[in-house]
C-alpha cells in the first residue's frame, strides 16, 4: 500500500474595490483597459433581454471604444430564467465564439445576472475573472457583493451555485432612473433588512429619507447604496463562506421570504418576498420576546412606506408554504432555523458565532 499526501496550503488575497456611482462604463472600459483583470484579452458581456438595450450595449461600446475584444450575450429576463439551461447555453455560445482562459465575464445587471453570470464565470474553463456592473438597487444593496453566485432549480432558488468573489463591483446608480417603481421598492427590502439586522441609526434615516430613494434624489442614492455596501461587506470580510455562521445573518427575512418566492410561482419579486419574510419573523420575535409589536408596527409602516408588502398573499397555500420552508440551506437535521432582528438594528446571537434558532412547526403555524 502506498499513501502520499498533496499539500495545498494557501494563502489567497480575493479583496476587491466597489466604485459607486453615475454612468460608470467609461471607468469600467479604463479600467479593464489598465489591466484590471490581468492577461485577459477577451471580454463577454452577459446581460439580460431588458438591460442589453439600456446598459449592455452601451457598456459593450465603452470596452470597443478602448479597442478590447468584446462580446455582448442576453438571456431573457426574469427569475425564471436564472436556470442551469441558460447557463449551458450561455457557455456553449462562448465556447463556439473561441472565448477561453483569456475571458473576462462582465455581468451587467440586477441579481438574476450577476448570480448566473458569477456562477458561468467560476466554471467556465475552470474559473474566469468576473466583473459586476450591478443596475439594480437590490443588486446594489446586496446581490452584486459578497461572491454567492448561484442558478435556482424546480425545488427552490439558489440551491445551486458556488463562492467566487468578483474582481470589482461597479455600483451605476444612474441605471436606477429606469428601474420600474416595483423594482427600486423590491432593492428597498434589501436595504430595510440590512439596517434591521444592524444598523438602528440607518433603519431611522430610512424612515426619513425612504420618499427621496424613491424620487431618486442622487444625494439620498448614494447614501443608501454606501451604506448598504458597508453593511454587506463588512459581514462578508467576517465570514466569507458562511463558516462561522455571521453571513447568515443576511438570510434575515429570507427563510419565508424565498419559499414565499417560490410557491407565488414567482409573482411576486425577490425583495416583495423578503419583506414580507421581514415581518415575519419580527413577529415570530415577538412571541420570543425579541421584538416589541411597536417595533414590529414601526418595520411594516416603513415597508410599506417603500411600497412593499407586509402578509402574505391571499391565495398562498399555507401547507406548501411550510413544506417548502424545509427545503432552506440553514435546515439542519429536518428542523426549520430562522435568523431574528433583537429589536431594530440588532442581531439576535447567542454566543460570538450562532444566529440561526431552531424554530418549531407549530410556532410557523401559529404566526401564519
Ligand atoms: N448573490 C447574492 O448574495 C444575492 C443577494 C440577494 C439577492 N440575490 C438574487 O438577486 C435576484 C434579484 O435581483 P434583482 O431584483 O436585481 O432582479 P433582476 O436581475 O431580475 O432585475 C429585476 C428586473 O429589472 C430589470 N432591470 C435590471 N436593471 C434595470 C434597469 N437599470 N432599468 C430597467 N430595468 C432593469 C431586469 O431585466 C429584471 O426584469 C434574485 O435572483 C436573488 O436570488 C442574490
Known sequence: MSKFRVTLKKETDDSYDIEIGYALEKKLAADLKEGLTGKASRYAVITDGNVKPLYGEPVAEALRSEGLSVELLSFPAGETEKSRKNKELL???????????????????????????????ATFCRGVPCINYATTLLAAADASVG?????????????????????????????????????????????????CLSDAAFFSWLEENVDRILSLDPEACMHAAQTNCRIKYEIVEKDEKETSGLRESLNLGHTLGRALETVSGYSLLHGEAVAVGLVFQARLGEARGLMKPEETKRLCSLLERAGLPTEIPEG?????????????????????????????GRLATEGDQKVSFEVSEEEVLRVL
Open 91 to 121: 457557455e456553449d455560445r462562448m465556447l463556439e465564439m473561441g472565448f477561453r482562459r483569456d475571458s473576462t465575464v462582465i455581468a451587467v445587471g440586477g441579481g438574476v445576472v450577476t448570480d448566473l453570470a458569477g456562477y458561468l464565470a
Open 147 to 195: 461572491g454567492k453566485t448561484a442558478v435556482n432549480t424546480p425545488m427552490a432558488t439558489n440551491l445551486i451555485g458556488v463562492f467566487s468573489q468578483p474582481q470589482k463591483v461597479y455600483i451605476d446608480v444612474a441605471a436606477w432612473k429606469t428601474l420600474d417603481k416595483r423594482e427600486l421598492s423590491s432593492g428597498l427590502a434589501e436595504t430595510i433588512k440590512h439596517a
Open 316 to 344: 398562498i397555500d399555507r401547507r406548501e408554504l411550510v413544506e417548502k420552508l424545509y427545503t432552506d440551506k440553514k435546515t439542519r437535521n429536518g428542523k426549520l432555523r430562522f435568523v431574528f432582528s433583537d429589536g431594530i
